[in-house]
């Protein structure tokens, strides 16, 4: 079983930036693709970034391109999101999650096997 806790969420202006971790427990972080997720009230779950086991191949849809980065540190069980530029429609609870898939990006609810119990993301106008 893989537990992922993420940490880093909070409120911030327009404008500013945060960076969101997930650490995982177990020993099969280093071979699981993983991503990041975000809901806001009302709104379905979306896929915000996603990365294949290595960090060589990532995604972003283009409502975050040039502005989040997904990034992982494999040695350190951690996945990261460096989120610039937020604006208010980023507003979210931003998820963690993990997939037994190693060489994928994944952008789909179902793809992923393991979540994170989410993080609030607040951005002030």
């Known amino acids: 079983q893989v537990q992922l806790v993420e940490s880093g969420g909070g409120l911030v202006q327009a404008g500013g930036s945060l960076r969101l971790s997930c650490a995982a427990s177990?020993?099969?972080?280093?071979?699981?693709?993983m991503g990041w997720f975000r809901q806001a009230p009302g709104k379905e779950r979306e896929c915000v970034a996603a990365?294949?086991?290595?960090?060589?191949?990532?995604y972003y849809p283009d409502s975050v391109k040039g502005r989040f980065a997904i990034s992982r540190n494999n040695a350190r069980n951690t996945l990261y999101l460096q989120m610039n530029s937020l604006k208010a429609e980023d507003a979210a609870v931003y998820y963690c999650?993990?997939?037994?898939?190693?060489?994928?990006?994944?952008?789909?609810?179902?793809?992923?096997?393991?979540w994170g119990q989410g993080t609030q993301v607040t951005v002030s106008s």
């Open positions: 999650a993990g997939s037994r898939k190693a060489d994928a990006t994944i952008t789909t609810l179902i793809g992923y096997d393991y």
């Open positions: 990365i294949n086991w290595s960090g060589s191949s990532t």
């Open positions: 177990g020993r099969t972080f280093s071979r699981s693709a």
